[in-house]
């Protein structure tokens, strides 16, 4: 079962407006990940959120994490055309465990 | 896709046919896996490998096998094709405390 429930799944906006991604899950976690994929291409790990974090930042990505809501985002602030691409969460959950439950993604696409 | 090549790329096979796709990684991981990826689905684990021989199931690991004969490669085979796997076939390496985990370009594989 996908631990992690994206929404929206399809976002659309235009170059230079800010794109916020939502990912949802259910049970505890060791860390939360973000990834992208191009068009025909693999994943790409973006960025990680501990669980005893609440905000990371990474150039344009800015990800917040509340574990007491199982929720997380992803922010791409100033968004660029080459940011078009399917978005995915993906939670660890507990300490030593070595399988990622990814979500089912968000299509993102940036207008010109 | 650095560090690890899938293979074939493309595959079109018949019902009934065995068939093995190939993940080969220069990074040294311990841990590799097989996704599947279908619309509507996101990613899927099908089968993970901990160490050379060593392997365990993931969520949809029926009508496949996998072995790991060496560190560096990572078999995935169905044994008799079925249309239900037409799919999109990622491996990835990974593993570690944090688990972040490094994706091949995929293997796009049609059962006609």
């Known amino acids: 079962s996908q631990q992690g429930e994206e929404d929206p799944q399809a976002l659309s906006i235009q170059e230079g407006e800010n794109a916020t991604m939502n990912c949802s899950y259910k049970?505890?976690?060791?860390?939360l990940q973000w990834y992208r994929q191009n068009s025909g291409r693999g994943l790409v790990h973006l960025i990680l959120?501990?669980?005893?974090?609440r905000e990371k930042h990474s150039g344009r990505l800015r990800v917040t994490l509340d574990t007491s809501k199982k929720s997380s985002s992803l922010l791409i602030t100033a968004s660029r055309a080459a940011d078009t691409a399917s978005y995915f969460c993906?939670?660890?959950?507990?300490?030593?465990?070595?399988?990622?439950?990814f979500g089912q993604g968000t299509r993102l696409t940036i207008n010109p | 896709d650095a560090g690890i090549t899938q293979s074939p790329r493309h595959k079109v096979t018949e019902t009934g046919t065995p068939v093995t796709l190939r993940c080969h990684q220069t990074?040294?991981?311990?841990?590799m896996y097989w996704y599947r990826q279908d619309p509507g689905h996101g990613l899927r684990l099908i089968h993970y490998?901990?160490?050379?021989?060593?392997?365990d199931k993931g969520e949809v690991s029926d009508g496949y096998s996998v072995s790991r004969s060496k560190t560096e490669d990572f078999l995935l085979t169905l044994e008799s094709a079925t249309s239900s796997q037409t799919s999109v076939y990622f491996c990835?390496?990974?593993?570690?405390?944090?688990?972040?985990?490094?994706f091949g370009a995929g293997t796009r594989l049609s059962v006609l």
């Open positions: 993906a939670t660890l959950p507990g300490e030593g465990a070595q399988k990622l439950v």
């Open positions: 049970t505890s976690i060791n860390n």
């Open positions: 959120i501990r669980s005893n974090e």
């Open positions: 990074e040294n991981h311990r841990y």
């Open positions: 490998s901990y160490g050379v021989k060593d392997t």
């Open positions: 990835a390496t990974g593993g570690g405390t944090q688990n972040i985990q490094y």
